[in-house]
């Protein structure tokens, strides 16, 4: 029971003073494992965070193998940088995106990482293999029938129902086929007795949906997921922790979305990461 476990995290602590674990303390708990898989919503800075926090703490224990970020291109790293590097250098090392990815978000972690030694990783599938796999109907045959399916309701979901149905099976292609480079980058990444922390958004993280799915069963991962303003209810399919952080200011992030999908564009292939709870995937 995976979600009363969530919601009772801190209630068990030992004696009627002393502090509950820490967000950070809940994470190091499910060590040892080889990936760490930290799923986001995009606009919640706690989030941003206990990603932060998760990569000192591994820092700190010299336990840190890489950072994988959904939000640089696989092939874009920061191996050669020094721990000095400036953020400006780091940017330009993994053709940072910051219309897409306010880098003021994700600064604080990737700095995190880099100033400690360790590489930085783009693991996000470059946009010209993304109009290649939106054509590739072997794609469809990764998930199972059940899971395929709900794959196409969380992108109806995801996109507030904007999207044409007609697409809905090109995106979920591309869906996989981004989760399967965020999963080889982080495979290769691996070092024995080391964490390869794995930053995407949530959608790409659920254990029978995404990232997970692309690794033998005996390959060692867990599943973070961190919810905003909602219940952290999940099952045992979705992630080995879920973190309730508070809600954020309202927003109608469907609105946002069609505002977006209403500009004219050439690039079918790349979907936009849209600004909140709308587009976990």
Same mark, same amino acid.
């Given at each position: 029971?995976?979600?009363?476990?969530?919601?009772?995290?801190?209630?068990?602590?030992?004696?009627?003073?002393?502090?509950?674990?820490?967000?950070?303390?809940?994470?190091?708990?499910?060590?040892? %494992?080889?990936?760490?898989?930290?799923?986001?919503?995009?606009?919640?800075?706690?989030?941003?965070?206990?990603?932060?926090?998760?990569?000192?703490?591994?820092?700190?224990? +010299?336990?840190?193998?890489?950072?994988?970020?959904?939000?640089?291109?696989?092939?874009?790293? %920061?191996?050669?940088?020094?721990?000095?590097?400036?953020?400006?250098?780091?940017?330009?090392?993994?053709?940072?995106?910051?219309?897409?990815?306010?880098?003021?978000? /994700?600064?604080?972690?990737?700095?995190?990482?880099?100033?400690?030694?360790?590489?930085?990783?783009?693991?996000?599938?470059?946009?010209?293999?993304?109009?290649?796999?939106?054509?590739?109907?072997?794609?469809?045959?990764?998930?199972?029938?059940?899971?395929?399916?709900?794959? /196409?309701?969380?992108?109806?979901?995801?996109?507030?129902?904007?999207?044409?149905?007609?697409?809905?099976?090109?995106?979920?292609?591309?869906?996989?086929?981004?989760?399967?480079?965020?999963?080889?980058?982080?495979?290769?990444?691996?070092?024995?007795?080391?964490?390869?922390?794995?930053?995407?958004?949530?959608? +790409? &993280?659920?254990?029978?949906?995404?990232?997970?799915? +692309?690794?033998?069963?005996?390959?060692?991962?867990?599943?973070? &997921?961190?919810?905003?303003?909602?219940?952290?209810?999940?099952?045992?399919?979705?992630?080995?922790?879920?973190?309730? %952080?508070?809600?954020?200011?309202?927003?109608? +992030?469907?609105?946002?979305?069609?505002?977006?999908?209403?500009?004219?564009?050439?690039?079918?292939?790349?979907?936009?990461?849209?600004?909140?709870?709308?587009?976990?995937?």
């Amino acid at each position: 029971m995976l979600a009363l476990a969530i919601s009772m995290a801190g209630c068990g602590f030992a004696g009627p003073h002393a502090a509950p674990p820490s967000r950070a303390d809940q994470v190091m708990a499910l060590l040892p %494992t080889d990936v760490l898989l930290i799923g986001e919503q995009h606009d919640a800075p706690d989030h941003q965070r206990l990603q932060r926090q998760a990569v000192q703490a591994l820092a700190e224990r +010299h336990q840190l193998a890489a950072l994988v970020m959904e939000m640089a291109d696989a092939g874009r790293s %920061t191996d050669g940088l020094p721990r000095q590097a400036s953020p400006g250098q780091v940017q330009q090392a993994l053709a940072w995106q910051d219309n897409a990815w306010p880098w003021e978000r /994700y600064a604080p972690v990737v700095m995190a990482a880099v100033q400690a030694g360790v590489p930085v990783l783009g693991g996000n599938l470059p946009r010209p293999a993304m109009r290649d796999a939106m054509r590739d109907s072997r794609w469809d045959a990764h998930l199972p029938g059940d899971a395929l399916r709900r794959q /196409y309701q969380a992108l109806r979901d995801g996109h507030c129902g904007l999207l044409p149905e007609s697409q809905i099976p090109g995106m979920a292609r591309i869906q996989i086929a981004r989760d399967a480079s965020m999963a080889r980058v982080a495979a290769a990444a691996q070092q024995p007795g080391r964490v390869v922390v794995l930053v995407a958004g949530s959608g +790409h &993280v659920v254990r029978s949906l995404g990232i997970p799915t +692309h690794w033998p069963k005996a390959f060692r991962s867990k599943v973070v &997921v961190a919810q905003a303003g909602q219940p952290p209810t999940a099952g045992q399919d979705m992630a080995d922790l879920v973190i309730a %952080t508070p809600a954020l200011p309202p927003e109608d +992030h469907c609105a946002a979305l069609q505002r977006s999908t209403a500009q004219p564009s050439d690039d079918v292939a790349a979907p936009r990461p849209a600004p909140g709870p709308a587009a976990a995937p």
